[in-house]
């Protein structure tokens, strides 16, 4: 079965570390999405790419979180320096766009997520 | 006020009882997502609406673009179906409501 895969599944890392999680989509797939979730404000977009482009980023703390699609195999979200409170579980998914304007018009396909802890 | 309602937020029922949650947004989409997500965390996407209605064993979703409304039925409940049930809307990007946890009891 054709998956979303991410990695790693668990990191424990020290305040002010840098952070790198990373997400293979679905082959075939042209829109990557990256969310958070937590307890408190449950599932927030923080990025997406259609065709390895940033679309939206308006989600993420650009001083700190940036994210990337070095090629169309992989997508990456990067903490540097983290902070407590981007303790979350980090979930990557993916789709395809077959209208180029607007709607997601397959289903989505979550990976497992990262769950991210900075003590 | 969100742009994406959901209720109830904790829904507990009987086994083989039929189950509605509703999903309500003030925002122009393009297309509606149902997600479900069970403890431990894994998130699967149910169904894509943009209008009318999908079924999917005993699951069963509706939209109605005009009243900005989409409804998940499940019939014939099941233990295995307690998860969290999310409703998230696709504008130029997806908006999430906070979700509705079942519990289905034997």
């Known amino acids: 079965d054709a998956r979303v895969t991410q990695t790693p599944r668990h990191k424990v890392t020290e305040m002010g570390q840098e952070v790198t999680m990373r997400c293979q989509p679905i082959?075939?797939?042209?829109?990557v999405f990256w969310y958070r979730q937590t307890m408190m404000q449950g599932l927030e977009l923080l990025a997406y790419?259609?065709?390895?482009?940033?679309?939206?980023d308006s989600g993420m703390p650009k001083d700190r979180f940036s994210a990337e699609m070095p090629d169309a195999t992989l997508a990456t979200l990067k903490i540097q320096p983290s902070e407590p409170r981007d303790s979350a579980v980090y979930f990557c998914?993916?789709?395809?766009?077959?209208?180029?304007?607007?709607?997601?018009?397959?289903?989505?396909?979550f990976g497992s997520g990262t769950q991210l802890s900075v003590l | 006020k969100n742009e994406v309602e959901q209720s109830p937020q904790n829904l507990t029922a009987q086994e083989e009882e039929f189950i509605t949650i509703n999903c309500s947004y003030s925002?122009?989409?393009?297309?509606l997502h149902w997600l479900q997500q069970h403890p431990g965390g894994g998130i699967v996407s149910l169904f894509m609406?943009?209008?009318g209605k999908k079924k999917h064993g005993r699951l069963i979703a509706t939209i109605n673009i005009q009243e900005k409304h989409s409804s998940l039925h499940i019939t014939a409940s099941h233990p295995r179906d307690s998860a969290v049930y999310i409703c998230?809307?696709?504008?130029?990007?997806?908006?999430f409501g906070t979700g509705t946890r079942l519990q289905v009891f034997p």
């Open positions: 998914a993916s789709g395809l766009v077959r209208d180029g304007v607007s709607a997601v018009n397959e289903k989505l396909f």
């Open positions: 790419f259609r065709n390895r482009a940033p679309l939206d």
């Open positions: 925002v122009g989409i393009s297309a």
């Open positions: 609406l943009s209008s």
């Open positions: 082959l075939g797939h042209n829109t």
């Open positions: 998230a809307v696709y504008t130029d990007k997806l908006i």
